[in-house]
């Protein structure tokens, strides 16, 4: 069973070939990053026409690099939501076109949920049956969630941010500073040489019913910090960068991690915890979340950097590891798809 993964929801274009029962033959990514760094963000329009041009050699490099021909594809797996609409579609076409030409199944697949399963493409994974239920840290530009996961297709929300998500904190606030998008690695970069402690600012851990109600007993909220941020350095013009950046991101990340060890304090039978989504590949959070899960006794498994980021692997990922090809009907799917419980905007 090799099955094709298409993944174009932000700025990466992505194709990757992945075989049962989970062996990542290639993964291609095409980033468009550079050419939207010069406008500070992702602009739509351009990663649209981006898409349009780069799938076709993308997708034919993944279906080369893995060694096959196109007849040997015997299922299509694409990221159906959610993202940046107009960038979805050109995913959406490309895997249609390829699906019903080869005759194959063509399986909607929750970005999200890619994320989650992204941990298991590390050739040393464990099996799920032997690391669940696990703790997941989902992190990325566009979401922040805390989950437990029982076993692939079985999650359970455990808290999310109630505003923005860590990894848009990380790009908003590199910007209120100056520097290039994305801002996660370039906050990375600056705070090696600042002093962590240099600027006290809010939490980002927000603990009243209403903040509950809407993001469970884990929630999560950073657009207060970054408010802090905007008004730090309107009045602080003199503090240096690196120092406001090593605060910043010592705050994030310290969100993240205080919230795996409540959970881990609390909720019952978690064996481990990984981390997923763009920003576990920051070293500083990945330390942090060490010292936790050591402190509880309990495994850390990392994502290998490559499927931190956005692939085409990860969504062939999902595919594959809950069967999804022999499912007798493949379900119906939105950009506010219901995962078992888990609805993720
Ligand atoms: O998972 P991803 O590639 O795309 C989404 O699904 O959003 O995550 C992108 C996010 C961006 O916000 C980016 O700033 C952040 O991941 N990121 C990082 C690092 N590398 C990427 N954040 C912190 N430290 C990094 N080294
Ligand atoms: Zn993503």
Same mark, same amino acid.
């Given at each position: 069973?090799?099955?094709?993964?298409?993944?174009?929801?932000?700025?990466?274009?992505?194709?990757?070939?992945?075989?049962?029962?989970?062996?990542?033959?290639?993964?291609?990514?095409?980033?468009?990053?550079?050419?939207?760094?010069?406008?500070?963000?992702?602009?739509?329009?351009?990663?649209?026409?981006?898409?349009?041009?780069?799938?076709?050699?993308?997708?034919?490099?993944?279906?080369?690099?893995?060694?096959?021909?196109?007849?040997?594809?015997?299922?299509?797996?694409?990221?159906?939501?959610?993202?940046?609409?107009?960038?979805?579609?050109?995913?959406?076409?490309?895997?249609?076109?390829?699906?019903?030409?080869?005759?194959?199944?063509?399986?909607?697949?929750?970005?999200?949920?890619?994320?989650?399963?992204?941990?298991?493409?590390?050739?040393?994974?464990?099996?799920?049956?032997?690391?669940?239920?696990?703790?997941?840290?989902?992190?990325?530009?566009?979401?922040?969630?805390?989950?437990?996961?029982?076993?692939?297709?079985?999650?359970?929300? =455990?808290?999310?941010?109630? +505003?923005? /998500? &860590?990894?848009? *904190?990380?790009?908003?606030?590199? $910007?209120? #500073?100056?520097?290039?998008?994305?801002?996660?690695?370039?906050?990375?970069?600056?705070?090696?040489?600042?002093?962590?402690?240099?600027?006290?600012?809010?939490?980002?851990?927000?603990?009243?019913?209403?903040?509950?109600?809407?993001?469970?007993?884990?929630?999560?909220?950073?657009?207060?910090?970054?408010?802090?941020?905007?008004?730090?350095?309107?009045?602080?013009?003199?503090?240096?960068?690196?120092?406001?950046?090593?605060?910043?991101?010592?705050?994030?990340?310290?969100?993240?991690?205080?919230?795996?060890?409540?959970?881990?304090?609390?909720?019952?039978?978690?064996?481990?915890?990984?981390?997923?989504?763009?920003?576990?590949?920051?070293?500083?959070?990945?330390?942090?979340?060490?010292?936790?899960?050591?402190?509880?006794?309990?495994?850390?498994?990392?994502?290998? =950097?490559?499927?931190?980021? +956005?692939? /085409? &692997?990860?969504? *062939?990922?999902?595919?594959?590891? $809950?069967? #999804?090809?022999?499912?007798?009907?493949?379900?119906?799917?939105?950009?506010?798809?219901?995962?078992?419980?888990?609805?993720?905007?």
């Amino acid at each position: 069973m090799n099955v094709l993964g298409i993944e174009s929801s932000c700025d990466e274009t992505a194709a990757a070939v992945v075989s049962a029962p989970l062996r990542v033959r290639s993964s291609v990514v095409a980033s468009q990053i550079d050419a939207h760094r010069a406008h500070g963000g992702v602009v739509p329009e351009l990663a649209a026409r981006s898409h349009l041009e780069a799938l076709q050699p993308v997708l034919s490099a993944a279906v080369a690099e893995a060694g096959l021909v196109w007849a040997d594809i015997d299922a299509v797996a694409v990221t159906q939501g959610p993202g940046l609409s107009s960038s979805l579609l050109m995913g959406m076409g490309a895997a249609r076109a390829v699906s019903q030409r080869l005759g194959v199944p063509l399986i909607p697949v929750h970005h999200m949920e890619g994320h989650l399963l992204s941990f298991f493409l590390s050739p040393d994974a464990p099996s799920p049956e032997v690391v669940c239920p696990l703790l997941v840290l989902l992190v990325t530009g566009g979401h922040t969630a805390l989950i437990r996961m029982n076993a692939p297709g079985d999650y359970q929300v =455990l808290g999310r941010s109630i +505003d923005d /998500a &860590a990894g848009e *904190a990380l790009d908003k606030g590199a $910007r209120l #500073l100056g520097l290039p998008y994305p801002g996660g690695p370039e906050i990375e970069r600056l705070a090696l040489e600042g002093d962590s402690w240099a600027v006290p600012f809010p939490k980002g851990l927000p603990d009243s019913d209403s903040a509950r109600q809407r993001g469970g007993d884990y929630a999560f909220s950073f657009s207060g910090l970054k408010t802090a941020l905007r008004y730090y350095v309107a009045g602080h013009p003199e503090t240096p960068k690196a120092d406001v950046a090593a605060a910043y991101q010592t705050t994030v990340m310290g969100a993240l991690s205080t919230r795996v060890g409540q959970a881990l304090a609390n909720e019952p039978g978690i064996k481990g915890v990984a981390c997923v989504g763009g920003v576990a590949k920051n070293e500083f959070l990945r330390a942090g979340l060490k010292a936790v899960t050591t402190r509880f006794g309990v495994k850390l498994h990392t994502v290998p =950097l490559k499927y931190c980021t +956005d692939n /085409a &692997a990860m969504i *062939a990922a999902v595919a594959l590891l $809950r069967d #999804l090809p022999h499912a007798d009907a493949v379900p119906a799917v939105s950009p506010n798809l219901q995962l078992n419980g888990l609805q993720l905007r």
